[in-house]
């Protein structure tokens, strides 16, 4: 087998998976998306790739191979996160329903799998994807796959246990047309823990850690680039940085009056129910008005992750809601990835994508036990040719 390299992301949106997939080594190709913003950011980050704003429910995956000069086979990894929003555990549990238009478009990811026949496909979802329906859509790629000749592994993992500063629970199906079962890589981070060893793996990264490095605003302030505040003090601000000089997308969304004056009222870590009488709301998510502490582990971000009554997004030393690259270190973008758009739409695209450096520590296990499963396949093979040939000859001397 030659080496994997081409990968195409389908519902790439901004490009989480993309960057991912790129810093594990592999040449993405192309970016499909349906939302002309999100693919906006993604062709800025990727001007080297086919930015393609397509319906792939309305498009035949033969005519998409013409489009990007593949032929079925030809492809290394098909990747994608088809939106599932039936599974959500946001939406009310009688509202799901198996048939979901909004389920849909995993059955279209799997026709593209079908038809373009990658060697290696990565597919990711809302954790509750696995279990949802009693497992009838895992079963139902587990067959389709499998049918098609692909060995599919499936995991829920926690992108906090691989170095983002975020608790994110997703699922991932990872399937080949090699033979062998893929193993997912080990955690590489763990909870802060009083038990302390010589062999113990990093802490979880805290949101200071991650974001403590920026500069410091009042709402309504920043600018499209600046410097950053002060020189890295974690590593994870240093993998954060890479060679850059500047900070982009670093604006403060304006609040409210209402709104700031709210976040006034709290300490860090304090949210809704430590409001005062006069400034309560008629209700509410648990953890609206919510300011983060600075070392916590960021909860799960969302699309709407602009507004302070959706979550627990209040900066946990400025009197303001998170900046689009703090909310971007947070999901473990680079700081070289630029976004475009509205602050909304920038919000969006990143409260939908998948954390890249999660992508990475998965994606650099695809080449690594692919080579090793070849290995021992060819070893195995000249065993076998070795054993054949002293037989017969055993026999040609009797």
Known sequence: ???????????????????????????????????????CSFSKNFPESHSLLLDI??????????????????LDILAGGPPCQGFSKNV???????????????????????????RFILMENVAEMKNGFEQSY?????????????????????????????????AFFIANRLGFEFKFPESTHIKDSPKISLFS???????????????A????????????????????????????????????????PIQHERLSS???????????????TKGGYSGAYGRLTKDMIAPTITRWVFHPGSGRWGHPVDIRTLTIREIARLQSFP???EFVGTFTQQAGQLGNAVPPLLIQKIAESIPNQSVSFNLVNTSISVSKSIFSSNDGSEKAAV
């Open 1 to 39: 087998m030659g080496k994997i390299n081409r990968a195409i992301d389908l519902f790439c949106g901004c490009g989480g998976i993309s960057v991912g997939l790129r810093s594990a080594g592999f040449q993405v190709i192309a970016g499909v998306d349906i939302e002309p913003t999100y693919l």
């Open 57 to 74: 429910a309305e498009v035949n995956p033969i005519d998409f191979m013409d489009m990007v000069g593949l032929r079925s086979g030809d």
């Open 92 to 118: 009310p549990r009688k509202q799901r329903y198996l048939e979901d238009p909004r389920n849909k478009l995993v059955k279209t990811f799997l026709d593209y799998c079908t038809a373009l026949q990658p």
């Open 138 to 170: 895992t079963q139902e790629i587990l067959n389709r796959l499998n049918g098609e000749g692909y060995t599919v592994t499936y995991e829920v993992l926690n992108a906090a246990n691989f170095g983002v500063p975020q608790r994110r629970r997703r």
């Open 201 to 215: 793996q990093p802490k979880h990264i805290t949101v200071w850690e991650a974001i403590g490095d920026l500069a």
């Open 217 to 256: 605003l009042n709402h309504g302030e920043g600018a499209t680039q600046c410097v950053y505040a002060c020189e890295p003090f974690s590593n994870f601000q240093r993998l954060m940085r890479g060679d850059s000089r500047i900070v982009k997308n670093h604006l403060a969304r304006r609040l409210q």
């Open 266 to 280: 709290l300490k860090p870590g304090e949210g809704l129910k430590d409001l005062p009488p006069h400034l309560q």
């Open 335 to 337: 700081d070289s990835f």
